[in-house]
């Protein structure tokens, strides 16, 4: 592994996971927000939508108020648990994601993950590939009829993924190149320059201009293992 790197950041949805999320019914999409919006009916669809119109053209503060608007739209419709944990417990890892993290480990690398997506996406990840910190901008907390009850948001996508990635860093006290970073979105531009070194996996076009590293791999034969050549 490459010596100066001794903490990685990694993306979750997309990244670590697959982007396709799916319910019982067949139904299919590409991120966890779009498939209950889909499964509440084309209504809160419809709703969803508006609210990502907002967001493109810069009319909320900060993605907490996004988040917030959307949840509403969740309870207005009726989200239940059984359905939400159905969608997270569906998401598949990509090929060779234990894999990597097992080597990882064994090297005594620290790892981290922030995200805009779910806590109970990211405690799966947590669990199975021994993360050792995790952040994630949703999560909910459930009444006994299943309904929501109560939520906890953090702003941990987009720039603000960087006080979250500068807080890990100056708690285990390295610099930027000692730090490394695995994505794939958009979003997460101001997270890979922030680093020392910084890998695109199968990413937007935007993210690979930027990172020191992209991994471009044929569409259902993405195999993770593949960032580990850029670590050694």
């Not at 119109?53 to 917030?68: A, D, F, L, Q, T």
């Not at 669990?127 to 109560?150: M, P, R, T, V």
């Not at 992209?214 to 960032?227: C, Y």
Request: charge should be negative; proline fraction near 1%; aromatic fraction near 12%.
């Amino acid at each position: 592994m490459n010596s100066k790197i001794k903490l990685i950041f990694f993306d979750m949805e997309g990244t670590l996971f697959k982007k396709t999320f799916h319910d019982s019914q067949g139904n299919t999409s590409p991120s966890a927000w779009t498939l209950i919006a889909k499964h509440l009916g084309e209504k809160a669809f419809e709703e969803e939508e508006k609210t990502k119109e907002k967001w493109s053209k810069g009319e909320y503060n900060g993605y907490v108020e996004w988040m917030e608007d959307t949840i509403e739209i969740h309870k207005k419709y009726g989200l239940k648990k059984d359905f939400f944990e159905e969608i997270m417990q569906s998401i598949e890892f990509h090929e060779g994601v234990k894999e990597s993290f097992k080597e990882l480990n064994k090297k005594g690398l620290r790892t981290a993950l922030i995200s805009g997506g779910f806590k109970s996406q990211a405690d799966r990840a947590v669990k199975d590939l021994k993360i050792n910190h995790a952040f994630a901008a949703c999560e909910y907390y459930w009444n006994e009829d299943g309904s929501i009850a109560h939520w906890n948001l953090l702003p941990c996508d987009y720039e603000g993924k960087l006080d979250f990635m500068n807080l890990i860093m100056k708690e285990h006290g390295l610099n930027a190149s000692e730090c490394a970073f695995v994505g794939d979105g958009r979003n997460d531009i101001p997270f890979a320059k922030a680093v020392g070194l910084s890998i695109a996996f199968n990413a937007a076009k935007e993210l690979q201009e930027v990172s020191t590293y992209s991994i471009n791999q044929e569409k259902g034969k993405e195999n993770f293992k593949e960032i580990l050549k850029y670590l050694k």
